[in-house]
């Protein structure tokens, strides 16, 4: 898999912001699995998949307008949209792959198992790239706004106090912020 951030042309500092925010929405999400007051995943609408293997853990599914899928795993998301492909982000400094192939639920448990990916000279594909990359980001966004609907109005920012990566991140973007920062983002791919 050869990461495209360099031919996506994403800015340096829009880079930096979508590194530590795909971890900080990783750690966030895993809390919001584990959430003593309920699943937010699962109320969100996600269909929860175990992993058949008990060394992994689960996938959840959710299925977006248009028929495009949404798989998130502790190390990463994965966006199936027909007539545009497939796209993974990675926990790991937010590296993004893509592969024209529509694959809707990947049967994957981890991330040396997903489809080899990358990204041809095609025009076509890196639109479909950046289509999908921004679809991505703003499903996150319209995520954490849902949350801020949902959950007692402090939720997030008690999540974010034991971010185990907060001070490696300075502190990581503020409860308050991340869905603007994910719309952002969002906007910042397509220009």
Known sequence: MSNLKKRLKIPNHSQQTAKMLIDQQMWCWGCDVRRAEGNLLLLYGADKRP???PR??????????GQAIINLWGWGVWLACPSLGSLFIARSRFNVFYTPEVIPIPDVWCKRDLPPMGLTESTVNLTHTHNLLAKALSWIGNYEVWVNTQAISDYRERVL??????RRYKGGIPAPEMAEQWFKLSTSVMN
Not at 56 to 65: G, H, I, K, N, P
Not at 161 to 166: A, D, L, N, S, V
Request: charged fraction near 15%; aromatic fraction near 22%.
């Open 51 to 53: 992993s058949p293997n």
């Open 56 to 65: 992994y853990s689960s996938a959840y599914v959710f299925q977006l307008e």
């Open 161 to 166: 106090t034991k971010w185990p990566q907060k």
